[in-house]
């Protein structure tokens, strides 16, 4: 069975990646745009032998277009190839942004292309490492083109998820803050372990971190533990204290102190922290936030 050809715009981690593993599956590549250095980089790493075209070239050449650029360059990108007329009516056009649904393809809709909004939820490196993943892809299309976009994730040995259009820029939130803030607050944690005297903090929180995030995964917040849902106060007092007195950029005091009172209200909504502790808890973190509000206001 002949499978439907392949263009890309946008060579980034993404789309490069994407477009090498549906040329793996046996669809046609038959352009991919990319101006950049890194860009041209993995072209020829990822893609050897694809011709590297402008963007409209790529749209008129394939019958699937794929945008895979940056979330707010999108629907510029969408309306630059309808102005060009190198989309056709019937034509399969997909991006694959997190955050937007199919109206950001408003402007090729109009000229009878095909929308589908291909999310990918994984975090790439845009080299070879990246092949072997198969993600969850946050979808969102019409009924008729629900199957190609699943034909699509099959290929990539990925799973599909329908996402309302509603619902995409919720869906994409939760992926930013479990990912993206996840690495903030790891790269926070070994901050403060390299103050502390660790000489390699990734190996202190590997083993730490691996299994509280398998647990919470398989039990969610039956998977809590430490000083906050334990109600020990006075551990909590001594950690803010330490963060005082060790010179710790705002940003990570902020991020602690914010995390501590989430954590706080969820384990006192599931009855395992009791009312007068977390309130306790409560004031001990407010305390501390006067605290650094005063440090802040007497350096003007």
């Known amino acids: 069975m002949m499978r439907p050809s392949m263009g890309v715009v946008g060579a980034g981690k993404v789309g490069s990646v994407l477009a090498a593993r549906l040329r793996a599956a046996g669809y046609p590549v038959v352009g991919v745009s990319g101006r950049s250095e890194a860009s041209r980089l993995r072209i020829s790493t990822l893609l050897p032998g694809v011709p590297v075209l402008e963007p409209e070239a790529v749209a008129a050449a394939a019958d699937v277009l794929v945008l895979s650029v940056p979330d707010d360059s999108l629907i510029a990108v969408a309306e630059e190839l309808a102005a060009s007329g190198a989309v056709r009516p019937g034509q399969v056009v997909l991006h694959t942004s997190g955050r937007h649904g199919l109206d950001a ?51 990539l040995h990925g799973v599909p998820m329908w996402v309302a259009e ?85 940003a990570t005091v902020d991020a602690y102190l914010e995390l501590a009172r989430a954590t706080a209200r969820r384990a006192e909504a599931d009855h395992r922290l009791d009312a007068a502790t977390a309130g306790t808890i409560r004031q001990v973190l407010d305390e501390a936030d006067w605290d650094t509000m005063a440090h802040i206001a007497a350096g003007f």
């Open 105 to 155: 393809l408003a402007a090729l809709t109009r000229l009878g292309a095909r929308p589908i909004a291909f999310h990918p939820a994984m975090t790439f490196t845009g080299t070879a490492v990246d092949l072997e993943r198969g993600p969850v892809f946050g979808l969102t299309a019409a009924d008729a083109d629900r199957p190609l976009a699943e034909e699509l994730v099959a290929a």
């Open 166 to 250: 509603s619902d995409r820029a919720l869906y994409h939130a939760a992926l930013a803050h479990g990912a993206n803030h996840l690495v903030t607050l790891v790269a926070q944690s070994m901050d403060l372990l390299r103050t502390a005297g660790a000489a390699d903090p990734a190996a202190v929180l590997r083993p730490l971190l691996t299994a509280a995030l398998d647990n919470v995964l398989a039990y969610g917040d039956a998977a809590l533990t430490g000083p906050v849902v334990r109600g020990d106060v006075t551990t909590i007092r001594a950690h803010v204290d330490a963060l005082a007195a060790s010179d710790v950029d705002d």
